[in-house]
C-alpha cells in the first residue's frame, strides 16, 4: 500500500564511536536496498551518524523530540534543533516514552506539530497493553492513539507521517505477533486514515509494525497486505539481521 521503510530503533545504545561502526557494517549489506531506510540514533549520535550516511541511501532518526522551539525545559531536545542538524526523521511515541516518561497522546500531538512545522518526518507510534488486547480493545486504543497524533495534521502534512503499529506486548519480548494479528491492526489504522482523510490518503500512508520483528519473522509479516515496513528494535544493531528485514521489504 504505502512506501516500504525499514527503520531501526537503536534505544539506548551505542556511542558516537560505535553507532559509526555499526552504520558502516550496514551501509554495504542494504546498499540495494528498494525500499526507505532508516536507523534511529541516541541525540548525542546524531552528528556521528548524519556523517556517517553520507553517500548512502540511510536516513536518520532521533528518537524523540520537544514540543517548544527553544526555552526553558533542561534536558530537552526540540524539533527546531534536529531540523538545524538536518535529520531527517524523528520516532513520537514510542510506548518506552509513554510507559517510562509520561508521553500521552496529547503531548505526542504537540511533539507532532513541531516536528511536522520543522519539516521532519514523523515515526509515530501507536499499539496496546496486552490487557487491552485481551478486553477486546486493541481497535479503540491505537484508533485513540493515531487520532489525538494526527489532530490538526493536514492531508499535505500526512505524506511526512509514517504509523508504526507496535503492540507493547511484543515489543522487547521475543513475542511477536502474529502476521494475522498484525495485518488486522495496520488494516484498522489504514481505516481510520479514510476516515479522518480520505482513501487515496490511507493508501498512500506507510504503515509499519513493529514488535519482535527479527530476520526469520520479517517476510511473513512484511508480505501481509496492510504491512508497509517494519520498526526494529534489538534486530536492528545487528547488521546482518537488519540487513535480512530491509531485503524482505519488497
Ligand atoms: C521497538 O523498539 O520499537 C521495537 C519494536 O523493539 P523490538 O524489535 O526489540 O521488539
Redesign the pocket.
Known sequence: MGKYVIAG?W?MNKTPAEAVELIEAIKPLVADATCDVVVGVPFVDLPAALEAVKGSKIGVAAQNCHWEKSGAYTGEISAEMLKAMEVGYV?LG???RRTYFGDTDVTVQKRMRAALDAGLTVIL?VGEYLEQREQGITGEIVAMQTKVALGGVSEEELARVII?Y?PVW?????RTATAEQANEVCAQIRDVIAGLYNDKAAKAVTIQY?????AANAAELLAQSDVDG???????LKPADFATIVAAAK
Not at 210 to 214: A, K, L, Q, V
Request: proline letters at 0%; one cysteine or more; charged letters at 10%.
Open positions: 530503533n534505544k520516532i514510542h510506548s518506552e507510534c508504526a507496535e511484543a515489543i522487547g519480548t521475543g513493529g514488535g519482535s520483528m527479527n517494519g520498526l526494529i528494535g534489538g534486530a536492528s
